[in-house]
């Protein structure tokens, strides 16, 4: 009972870290794409066979220049900390979802281990609670925000990790972002 009340705390203490961060983000300038991003973003190569085959959440949108996950991994990978992106759509699978309302969801970017976390604007629409690996189109801003050495130790403590792994935490963390006014999710 008690890791389930903790690892809430720990889930809710990140949900609203990462909401300071949009907000923080989003009085920042968006600055100016670059040609490198604006390479990827301009020939996505996703293909959707059958959209009649995905059900929406949020708003709809036309399907064009959508990006597969290893492409959303590429343009993250040519983003830094407070970079913006908008109108971007891209194909992945889900990874986990909130299990509480479904207000948030990881996706695969196709980098091992590394994932996006999804959230949706204005918090209009959430997605089913066993939305796990199903195949989804989201379309919204992909954006990188920072995660400083102070708050990963916070968490790090707050998941009870020993003193020692505690202290090799020396570097801050990049969060891979994406804001979401749509998706459509594959039915199985």
Known sequence: MRK???ASLILLT??????AQINKVEKAKTE?????QSKIINNGTAKIENLNDYEVFGESFDIKNTLTKNELGNLYDNMKNGDVVNNIQ?????????KKKGCWMRVDLGKGEEQSFVR???YAFFMPLDGEKSNVVVHGKAFVSELSVAKLRHYAED????KEEIAKIT?????YNFEADGVYLKQN
């Open 4 to 6: 389930t009340i903790f």
């Open 90 to 98: 891209f194909v992945s699978t889900i990874e986990s979802v909130c």
């Open 14 to 19: 990140f949900t609203l870290s990462v909401n």
């Open 159 to 162: 998941e009870g990790k020993s």
């Open 120 to 122: 949706f604007k204005d």
């Open 171 to 175: 570097k801050p963390q990049l969060l």
């Open 32 to 36: 100016k794409i670059s040609k490198s």
